[in-house]
């Protein structure tokens, strides 16, 4: 299971996303930070963010 802790990236948040893969988890975080913090996740951002995915058990 993969996740990525919003606040890794930075913002005052406590949501943690959950998926199978590092795709689903840029498509989750995509859809959270422009409905949550209204930021539109850029290509540069994405690459960013997936440095922050972790794997855990």
């Keep these: 299971m993969k996740t990525l802790?919003?606040?890794d990236?930075?913002?005052d948040c406590k949501a943690v996303l959950k998926a199978n893969t590092d795709e689903e988890i840029l498509?989750?975080?995509a859809e959270h930070a422009?409905?949550?913090h209204g930021v539109s996740v850029t290509a540069e951002m994405a690459a960013q963010i997936k440095?922050?995915?972790k794997e855990e058990a």
């Design 34 to 36: 422009l409905a949550v």
């Design 5 to 7: 802790h919003c606040a």
């Design 27 to 29: 498509a989750g975080a």
């Design 51 to 53: 440095g922050l995915i």
């Design 9 to 11: 990236a930075g913002f």
